[in-house]
């Protein structure tokens, strides 16, 4: 499996969210979106995009989002490396002296897997319950 940095293509993107059932967004939204991810990284397996990972932030805050392993890739360890490979980003690019939060929302019985890379069930005794709102249009 070879690991490649922005280089995440609309199709991809698409073709992996509905590969595990996730509904997609129009287009234009995910193209904006595409175009102002802080970071990305897909999984390569003979020139087929197998997985990938999306990082959006602030270089104070960042959000984990997309990450979407194809279900004949799963239960390789591929979504772990690319949750590795997102993670030095953000300890890359945070200054010394410095700290950074970094967010996600888990798929419902995905928590413990996240809860292994160090991340934290919201609320906790730090933080309050997570929010969410959804606007149609």
Not at 65 to 80: A, E, M
Not at 101 to 118: D, H, M, N, P, R
Request: charged fraction near 25%.
């Amino acid at each position: 499996m070879e690991y490649k940095e922005n280089m995440l293509s609309y199709e991809d993107y698409y073709r992996l969210r509905a590969s595990v059932g996730w509904k997609n967004f129009s287009r234009l939204q995910a193209e904006t979106a595409l175009n102002h991810s802080l970071y990305t990284v897909i999984a390569v397996e003979n020139d087929h995009t197998a997985a990938m990972g999306r990082l959006i932030g602030d270089g104070q805050y960042y959000m984990i989002v997309d990450v979407i392993v194809h279900p004949n890739f799963q239960k390789q360890k591929i979504g772990t490396s690319i949750l590795h490979i997102l993670l030095d980003y953000i300890d890359h690019h945070t200054p010394d002296g410095g700290r950074a939060s970094v967010q996600l929302i888990a798929e419902k019985g995905k928590e413990s897997f996240y809860e292994t890379l160090g991340f934290k069930r919201v609320p906790h005794e730090f933080c309050g319950s997570g929010m969410r709102k959804i606007i149609h249009k």
